[in-house]
């Protein structure tokens, strides 16, 4: 059963802009982290950029300043803007929901993934 739904993946010119979203129509309570990782071919994954419930903050150095990192709680949803794309940014990205369910039951699902790819 699909939890989280990632999309806005593509192919995209180097110092171009990509927004990817990741959705989570089926799941109730609250999410109390919410995280991109991702995949480059051939690599382990990696941790991108975290927000929490109380709408702090993380990002992994290489993407400061280009991405950005927002959720929306009416909708259950998750975005990364991803600005300035380098071809080094090419990877599969996942999105990641850590929390707990109405009845204060711990959950972590993660999504399929959508790949981002940067020519240079």
């Known amino acids: 059963q699909v939890q989280l739904v990632e999309s806005g993946g593509g192919l995209v010119q180097a110092g171009g802009s990509l927004r990817l979203s990741c959705i989570a129509p089926e799941i109730r309570g609250t999410f109390d982290e919410l995280t991109w990782f991702r995949q480059a071919p051939g690599s382990q994954r990696e941790f991108v950029a975290s927000?929490?419930?109380?709408?702090?903050?993380n990002y992994t150095d290489s993407v400061k300043g280009r991405f950005t990192i927002s959720r929306d709680a009416a909708k259950n949803a998750l975005y990364l803007q991803m600005n300035s794309l380098k071809p080094e940014d090419t990877a599969d990205y996942y999105c990641?929901?850590?929390?707990?369910?109405?009845w204060g039951r711990g959950f972590h699902y993660w999504g399929p993934g959508t790949r981002v790819t940067v020519s240079s």
């Open positions: 990641d929901a850590k929390g707990r369910n109405p």
């Open positions: 927000i929490t419930n109380s709408g702090s903050t």
